[in-house]
């Protein structure tokens, strides 16, 4: 007997879908999503209406829908799609609604109404993309993320879905011993990938000086700064990613050849926060004697809370404020 006839085995299945065998059985065993018949009773064997099923339940899930609600519909379709993996990419929720108020990560504003999904579709949301990283599913990844962003843009997408997501993941794996740093580090990816994938529009003009973006020198996050360099991007704000850690004398000689309009200082921690190295870089002057310049610096990320900002210096409180600041910095230009 072919296959076909008998059945998948639950090691393929587990494959196709990108889950591990182990959910599976568990859903199986707590949901009944599983094979309508076993061979001798025992074995699991996946029919093709079975892995429609299946693929429902992942679809549900990715979606934010609890795994008990999710497995009743997915039961209740048994038989009725023969969808593939792709499929598992849910709708793009209706945008413009006002959001909620949530903590600072350094480029979010806490407290500012905001256009964008409401509390529920936020949370179903970021439980979507929560459990696609738990199964370590790449493509519903990008999918999920690629259909938020069509629907709801960057910044909205950033500030009311993307970090919460990453800030629950990541307190997942600092309350359980460090288990759960490879999801983390797949969401951190996916999400650098959607935004490195915002489309640019046409530079404003095209001998304007740029702004440099670049992390304190003992800074590795980089994520906020890819969200501010995406959206000046789709504003046709020319910009110079630098990364993660650029030391001093790197950043120094970046500033002194590029003439910037203004730079961007990223700093996660306190413990990273580099004030002489944003005074030093405040202070820079470029350009023909007698007509020389001096930077914008904007120091973005929590670590530099708790100090005024020097002369010079701005400290906007959200990714959407530091993208007016600086467009408006480029309309005066």
């Known amino acids: 007997m072919s296959e076909t006839t008998l059945g998948i085995t639950t090691g393929a299945v587990a494959r196709h879908l990108g889950v ?3 959910t599976l059985r568990s859903w199986d065993q707590r949901y ?3 094979p309508a018949a076993r061979e001798d009773g025992r074995h699991r064997r996946w029919t093709p209406e079975d892995i429609a099923m299946l693929e429902e339940m992942c679809r549900l ?3 934010g829908v609890p795994p008990a609600e999710a497995a009743r519909a997915a039961r209740a379709a048994r038989g009725g799609r023969s969808g593939a993996v792709a499929d598992l990419v849910p709708g793009a929720s209706p945008a413009g609604r006002t959001g909620p108020p949530r903590a600072d990560d350094g480029l979010v504003r806490p407290g500012a109404a905001r256009e964008g999904p409401d509390e529920r579709d936020v949370v179903r949301e970021s439980r979507g993309l929560a459990r696609a990283a738990v199964r370590l599913d790449g493509p519903a990844l990008d999918s999920l993320l690629g259909d938020l962003m069509a629907g709801h843009g960057l910044v909205t997408v950033w500030e009311e879905v993307m970090v919460p997501t990453l800030h629950a993941v990541g307190r997942k794996w600092q309350s359980s011993g ?6 983390e580090h797949l969401l951190s990816w996916h999400v650098s990938t959607a ?3 915002v489309a640019p529009a046409p530079v404003r ?13 003992a800074e590795q ?3 906020p700064l890819e969200a501010l360099a995406a959206g000046l991007g789709e504003r046709g704000l020319p910009a110079r990613m630098f990364g993660a850690a650029v030391p001093a004398e790197a950043l120094d000689a970046a500033v002194r050849r590029t003439g910037p309009a203004a730079v961007v200082l990223w700093s996660q921690a ?3 926060a580099d004030h002489a190295l944003a005074r030093y870089v405040a202070a820079s002057a470029f350009g023909v004697k007698g007509a020389r310049t001096h930077p914008v610096m904007l120091l973005a990320g929590p670590g530099w809370a708790g100090r005024a900002p020097g002369p010079g210096t701005l400290r906007p409180g959200g990714l959407r404020e530091a993208l007016d600041l600086v467009s408006r910095l480029y309309d005066s230009l």
């Open 178 to 183: 460090d288990r759960y740093v490879e999801v």
């Open 61 to 63: 899930t990715a979606s």
């Open 221 to 223: 996050h980089t994520l």
């Open 270 to 272: 306190r413990s990273t």
């Open 195 to 197: 935004l490195r994938r």
């Open 205 to 217: 003009r095209a001998a304007a000086p740029p702004v440099l973006l670049a992390c304190v020198p």
């Open 20 to 22: 591990s065998p182990t």
């Open 32 to 34: 009944g999503i599983g």
